[in-house]
C-alpha cells in the first residue's frame, strides 16, 4: 500500500446552471492510498474542494462552495 496526497486547482464547466451563477475555478486536496490487487491499481481517496465565491446576481439562489468526494481509481 502506498499513500498518497494531492492538492492543486479545480476547474468546472458552465453547463446546466438551473438558475445559479457558480464559480468556474476553487481549490482541490485530498489523500488516499493506492494497493495493487493481483494486476489491477486500486486507489480509494477522499477530496475536498472548496469552489470561489458565486457570480453576484440579485435572483439567483447561492452555491455551497465546500465539496466532498469519494473516489475510485482502478488501472493496470
Known amino acids: ?3 498518497f496526497v494531492e492538492a492543486g486547482p479545480s476547474f468546472r464547466s458552465s453547463g446546466n446552471l438551473n438558475g445559479t451563477l457558480p464559480s468556474k475555478e ?4 485530498g489523500v488516499g492510498v493506492e494497493a495493487h490487487v493481483w494486476k489491477l491499481r486500486i486507489a480509494p481517496q477522499v ?3 472548496r469552489w470561489a465565491r ?3 446576481t440579485v435572483l439567483s439562489p447561492p452555491t455551497v462552495p465546500d465539496q466532498v468526494e ?3 481509481g482502478i488501472s493496470l
Open 1 to 3: 500500500m502506498k499513500p
Open 70 to 72: 469519494f473516489l475510485v
Open 54 to 56: 458565486d457570480g453576484v
Open 47 to 49: 477530496r475536498y474542494l
Open 26 to 29: 476553487g481549490v482541490a486536496a
